[in-house]
């Protein structure tokens, strides 16, 4: 099958959930014997730097970036308001993207033209006119669900109508979009149930983040010490965040009152100087990592303490096929097929955060048996191979239609 790929940031290298996403979909892809040819958007944020691309990537992918600058404009953000665009979703156009396509489409054809993200809808009427593939939207989140879980927690009186707004708006946008492609591919079953409550008739399907097992050592956790608590994410991304300064504020002072010796490791890109200069019992705080594997590999529990996210978390899904113990807010674990108690710990206030990872210092031995219990769910359910021949059967069905 011949896929065209569009992208609204560059897939290699894997820094975050969202290229991860996109990169292990595509390694999937080639490597069950279909074309693919990326393309996508080159930011001032996360540039495509083709020197650092491995050889065999860029000749299989034939990967190319547009630069565009997404930068956030006030004025542009303002007359988009008047105008009752949505500036989120605007500001990944650009004519110069929209004049490659043109010229893309009208020297190839494609099968299917897999858009990743939400922001690559704009792209939708030029694909139309020069191209007879299907157009398939990869839904990454429901981006109208995490702004308005953001404006449910902000506490700024004149920001919170605003996001309240912003979350309707783009609402509006994402079921618009619905009814303008030829299918949907969501990254949860939580998010096509959201789709398909709108009443559209699209074809929507479910497929997963999935990852190669192998490429995730899991050598279990120690049970002759007490387990390294740890969360590695972009701090870039406000729920990340939000969720970090809640655990430190409501849940780490629980914690050591019970278990003076406990240690929390946070890392991540783009950490807040006032929290890489914090000073607290216990805490170790670090920005980015060069390998995100090694940080993972060395420490035992994960801690997801998300409020405002969406679609599926991609660093759970690593952690798990790591064998690692994952303590997460029912938010942080939306989308993927848990089971609390055996594979996951889920906890819904800082009370029941403090609670289970106290128990599992007091207990280290709980965290080898619900890591064996996630990596088990990763191989059995998010493994790529099956991931990638349910899409493929998507798209055949889609073609057929």
């Known amino acids: ?90 500001r990944f156009f650009s004519p110069d993207m929209d004049i490659r396509l043109i010229r893309l489409l009208s020297e190839e054809e494609f099968d299917v033209v897999q858009l990743e993200s939400l922001f690559m809808t704009p792209y939708i009427a030029t694909i139309r006119r020069y191209s007879k593939a299907r157009i398939v939207l990869r839904s990454h989140n429901l981006e109208y669900v995490i702004q308005d879980r953001i404006a449910t927690g902000e506490r700024n009186f004149i920001k919170r109508p605003y996001r309240r707004f912003l979350a309707k708006q783009l609402q509006q946008y994402e079921m618009a979009v619905l009814d303008r492609v030829d299918g949907v591919a969501a990254i949860s079953p939580s998010d096509a149930n959201h789709f398909k409550e709108h009443g559209t008739r699209t074809p929507i399907t479910t497929v997963p983040f999935g990852v190669d097992p192998d490429d995730y050592p899991a050598d279990g956790a120690s049970t002759s010490k007490a387990p390294v608590f740890f969360h590695l994410g972009s701090m870039d991304w406000l729920p990340n965040e939000e969720g970090i300064r809640w655990l430190l504020n409501s849940v780490w002072s629980k914690v050591r009152r019970k278990c003076p010796t406990a240690e929390l490791h946070l890392a991540g890109n783009k950490m807040p100087k006032d929290l890489l200069d914090l000073e607290m019992d216990g805490v170790k705080v670090k920005g980015r990592v060069k390998n995100a594997i090694s940080y993972m590999r060395k420490r035992h529990v994960m801690v997801v303490p998300l409020f405002s996210a969406g679609g599926m978390r991609v660093k759970i899904i690593e952690g798990m096929a790591m064998g690692k113990a994952v303590i997460a807010t029912p938010v942080g674990a939306e989308g993927i097929a848990h089971r609390d108690g055996k594979n996951i710990l889920l906890a819904s206030t800082a009370n029941e955060f403090a609670e289970h990872m106290v128990a599992l210092v007091q207990h280290p031995e709980r965290v080898a048996v619900i890591g064996a219990e996630a990596n088990k769910l990763v191989r059995t359910s998010y493994s790529d191979e099956p991931i990638v021949a349910e899409l493929i059967a998507f798209y055949k069905r889609l073609l057929k239609g």
């Open 1 to 90: 099958m011949r896929i065209l790929q569009l992208c609204n940031k560059p897939p290699y290298p894997p820094i975050d959930g969202g290229s991860k996403a996109m990169h292990n979909l595509t390694r999937g892809l080639l490597r069950a014997g279909h074309r693919v040819k990326v393309v996508c958007i080159s930011t001032p944020k996360q540039p495509l730097v083709m020197s650092d691309l491995p050889p065999d990537y860029a000749t299989a992918t034939r990967i190319e970036g547009i630069f565009v600058d997404t930068s956030v404009n006030l004025v542009d953000a303002f007359t988009d308001l008047l105008t009752a665009d949505n500036y989120n979703i605007s």
